[in-house]
């Protein structure tokens, strides 16, 4: 049976000021348990700001923010932030490693907050993780002495550390070279495959073109979804 790991229920962001801006206007979506969603659409569309919204990173005017189940909008500001300790994995355009901390380390940190594992466990899921991204050997480099591509797939490790259902990631590749664009490609796709949920915003056609579903979105709308439905292409049209 197919289980729903992120919600957005009539989901709204507004900026109250002297003018007010309406960023996220009415979005309902559903991200299914393993599932790959791009979300694409003009600049200024508003795009961060709904996954910024689904990651719990901001708080909706109206709506809700379903995580495995679990309604987010009536949670005080410490039960949200160990929800998105917990369930939820960031990468961003850039990679926002810790300067002074070594690929380890900065792996080693969601962990430590979210305080469940012993030291010596933290450390060997942090350099299976690493391994696993084939970064074994850069395991204790700090990031400038790693490539553009090496900090990414650190910053992916890092995200994933505390084995969350959800990886939300805002532009990725957008800071990347061709063959480092390529490899977090097969890293996002493969992660969905293994049964994490993944939710990535990009300008990328090619990266988007990987994804399960392509949530187009206009003016703070969903104006098309586009993916495969029980083996079938489906494109809806949203009015
Ligand atoms: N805190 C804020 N206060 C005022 N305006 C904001 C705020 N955050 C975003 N905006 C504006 O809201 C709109 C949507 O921004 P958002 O970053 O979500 O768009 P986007 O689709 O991700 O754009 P891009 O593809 O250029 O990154 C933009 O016009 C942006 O300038």
Redesign the pocket.
């Known amino acids: 049976m197919t289980e729903v790991a992120l919600q957005a229920v009539e989901l709204v962001r507004r900026?109250e000021g002297a003018v007010s801006?309406t960023?996220v206007n009415g979005i309902d979506l559903a991200v299914n348990k393993g599932e790959f969603v791009a979300i694409t659409?003009p600049?200024?569309?508003?795009?961060?700001?709904?996954l910024y919204l689904l990651g719990l990173l901001d708080a909706p005017s109206e709506g809700e923010v379903i995580i495995c189940g679990q309604p987010t909008s009536k949670l005080s500001e410490s039960d949200r932030a160990d929800v998105r300790l917990t369930k939820c994995g960031f990468v961003f355009q850039f990679h926002f490693l810790l300067p002074e901390f070594t690929s380890l380390d900065n792996v080693l940190l969601p962990m430590r907050a979210a305080g469940i594992m012993a030291e010596a466990e933290m450390r060997e899921r942090g350099l299976a993780l690493l391994d696993s991204l084939g970064l074994a050997e850069h395991a204790n480099k700090r990031p400038n002495a790693l490539s553009g591509g090496q900090r990414q797939r650190v910053a992916i490790a890092r995200a994933l550390a505390n084995r969350p259902e959800i990886i939300v990631a805002d532009e990725p590749t957008g800071a990347l070279d061709t063959a480092s664009t390529e490899q977090v490609f097969s890293i996002l796709r493969n992660i969905a495959d293994q049964g994490q949920t993944v939710v990535v915003?990009t300008?990328d056609p090619a990266l988007a073109a990987r994804a399960d579903r392509r949530i187009h979105?206009v003016d703070g709308k969903i104006a098309e979804i586009t993916g495969r439905g029980g083996g079938e292409l489906v494109c809806e049209t949203v009015s």
Do not use: Y
């Open positions: 900026i801006h960023l659409g600049s200024g569309s508003g795009k961060s700001s709904l915003v300008h979105i």
